[in-house]
């Protein structure tokens, strides 16, 4: 019994010490941003009134992303009119010429504003893809390797 005790005594300072989840929920907010393409030319990045858009977040040296790609860059080519689609590249460097001259990506690419940023949007993980509304709340989401089922509803007309 006093074991028992001791576990539950210890379960409050378990719980404060949890680590942050993993990725963000559907509800939660994208704030609005700024950051570089990858032409090093400025983007504001914001979810006005009536706007739909989809977030790809992965990164160069991850192999789920590498089989998301051609996934999204499909999705990418078929989305619906009105439908904004952007990747975030979420190394904390610039990713390798040799990624950029090996793989193909249809769809825009801006470099993540940055680690505080991904922490606020508990983007920890990869690949990520948010499908973000007015306000940018995040209306529906797909973590890790999703298959093109699953990709079309995320990439879903806009109502």
Request: glycine content about 10%; aromatic content about 8%.
């Given at each position: ?28 907010v ?18 006005p ?44 460097d ?10 193909s990506?249809?769809f ?24 973000v ?13 999703i298959?093109p ?11």
């Amino acid at each position: 019994m006093a074991g028992a005790a001791a576990l539950l005594a210890a379960a409050p300072a378990a719980a404060q010490t949890a680590a942050p989840p993993q990725a963000p929920s559907t509800g939660d907010v994208v704030p609005a941003f700024e950051t570089l393409g990858m032409d090093n030319k400025p983007w504001k990045v914001d979810f006005p009134k009536g706007s739909k858009t989809v977030l790809l977040f992965f990164l160069s040296g991850c192999p789920h992303c590498h089989k998301m790609i051609p996934e999204w860059n499909r999705a990418y080519e078929r989305r619906p009119k009105g439908l904004k689609v952007l990747g975030v590249i979420m190394d904390p460097d610039q990713a390798p010429a040799s990624y950029w001259a090996t793989t193909s990506i249809v769809f825009p690419v801006l470099r993540s504003p940055g680690r505080e940023f991904l922490r606020g949007l508990k983007a920890n993980r990869a690949p990520l893809t948010l499908r973000v509304g007015e306000g940018g709340t995040i209306e529906d989401l797909g973590l890790g390797e999703i298959d093109p089922i699953r990709l079309g509803e995320l990439f879903a007309p806009v109502k």
